[in-house]
């Protein structure tokens, strides 16, 4: 494969773009979870896209129509979440393989209508095509008020970095579906991690509400990865406390039957959709919200470096996040 | 293939998408050129998305990446244009194949940013991934205002039905590629205008403010198909005046090498990106708009019925789109 690295690619494809005008409304393009702009004189529109390809971001071999559809929604929704945003109205452009029937479509939509919810967001237009491989190419607009987004590059040194329920999960339950094929029912919270993964959108008014965060994104590509975008966006760097890390439950055990580190999984898991913040609130034990969600203080914000505490030592990590064109 | 036809499948969608709640701020969902809603009291947003896959839309022999990404774009500026919209903010997503290489990625970029211009709209997001068939799926954000966007549904009988520019050099432009390949160099205007159409987006406002427009679409299917589906929306019919609807120069010259009227063309050809509305301006001779484009009056919005006269008949004449999945 001629590609650069994913992260190499978007740099150039950020430099391009960044030579057209800008209308006086964009407030933040590329490079956050979403969009935002201006809609009128104090409120503010989101906007995020996500692409998933069949055997790239999932395979029909290990998921139904149904959870792709619902996975593919979350991934979206829980962009939006990560800004204190309300997702309203979805567009969902669909490339359909001959092989699939009527019905799948229809499964992969009812797995999209789920995982909006009563609250949506509803889907208001799109595309469809027929295709070789399964596409299905969400954006979803969305809006915040009164309240300002919540950008990435707010954090502070000082800041309690907060992470919503656990992660690791969905990594584990993909190695269990890789490896022996879901229909050996082993470990099925792990494989239903990967499979079902929710978005903590009914959590964000709270999280607003609670603990002000400064900066916030949510894990999808890993806890490690994306806390090292949102300290690169914040000129800062953190303390991670290994042993704070909320992990699934059954983790352990698994972990433990492949010879690993279960903070391994924790670390690089991508696609946990949890919300990871920053915030000045003063709190070391976690905290239950009212949607029964724990959030959990699981670091520091510092002045630089990523540093990672554990079993007693402190040391420097390396961070490499998933790349789509490795 | 057991797929049905894609209106069959566009139907099937709007029924399950019909049992979401709606939220209040949504006009038009699934069904129009563009979703409109409210973003505050009297603003109106705009959102349209669009799939182009290699080898269904475009074919990487035919048209280099830059006409490509010229092409996709030029599509979805076409829909926020025909519902008198401003593009504001685009969101692209890629997947894009291990053969290319980073220059034919920028090319696309290129390609995209040239056809927003300098008035839009900007690429504010989006995503990448790998694929095996380059795929470019674009949303759009636009807006109107003050005046309310145009609608497919607003025609009325009686109404002069009007087209911006000329018709059918779209579809004899990529019959000349099929057969023959590009380097031959035959009929290069029509070539181009398969590989390269422009929107008419500059044309748009000077049309709200000439015309007041009571229905608006763009050709992106065929002159006669979107023409039926303005007419459906509004609860029309239509007569169109076969001799009124002006042709690409050199598609005369085309069709009798080929032995074909070229009428046939300018009925079914798509991906023009012509605009096509109805007004009660009562005109009978072509308009020159300040962009210097032509508006022709190429007949009128009966109560029902699809007729055409051409040649002293007037018949009836039944309309099939393109379809992506036959």
Chains 1, 2 share one sequence.
């Not at 992990?247 to 698994?254: E, H, S």
Request: aromatic share 6%.
């Amino acid at each position: 494969m001629t590609l650069p690295s994913e992260w190499e690619l978007i740099r150039r494809i950020k430099t391009l773009c960044s030579e057209q005008p800008s209308p006086g409304a964009l407030i933040t393009g590329i490079g956050d979870d979403c969009a935002v702009f201006e809609t009128a004189p104090g409120r503010y529109g989101l906007i995020t896209a996500d692409i998933s390809i069949e055997n790239v971001h999932f395979r029909l071999d290990y998921c139904s129509p149904e959870e792709i559809g619902h996975k593919a929604m979350t991934g979206n929704i829980s962009d939006i979440a990560a800004m204190g945003g309300k997702p309203l109205l979805a567009f969902v452009s669909l490339g359909i393989p001959g092989r699939l029937d009527p019905g799948d479509v229809e499964a992969l939509y009812r797995g999209m209508i789920k995982a909006a919810g009563p609250t949506g967001p509803k889907i208001a237009g799109g595309d469809t095509s027929s295709s070789e491989s399964l596409i299905i190419s969400i954006a979803v607009y969305g809006e915040t008020g009164p309240e300002k987004p919540v950008m990435r590059n707010g954090a502070c040194a000082g800041d309690t970095i907060c992470l919503t329920g656990n992660v690791g999960g969905s990594l584990a339950g993909l190695e269990i579906l890789a490896g022996k094929r879901r229909h050996n029912g082993a470990f099925p919270d792990l494989v239903s991690r990967h499979v079902s993964p929710r978005h903590r959108r009914d959590c964000a008014p709270e999280i607003l509400g609670r603990f002000s965060p400064a900066a916030m994104i949510d894990v999808s590509d890993g806890l490690l990865s994306d806390l090292r975008h949102l300290c690169e966006a914040s000129g800062t760097g953190f303390l991670l406390n290994g042993e704070n890390i909320p992990l699934p439950a059954g983790l352990d055990r698994y972990a433990s039957v492949m010879g690993r580190d279960p903070l391994d999984y924790a670390l690089h898991s991508g696609e946990e959709f949890e919300l990871l913040f920053t915030s000045k609130a003063a709190f070391t034990e976690p905290v239950k919200l009212e949607t029964g969600v724990m959030v959990t203080p699981v670091g520091f914000v510092t002045q630089g470096g990523f540093m990672l505490s554990y079993r007693g030592e402190k040391k420097e990590i390396e961070i490499v996040g998933y790349d789509h064109f490795k």
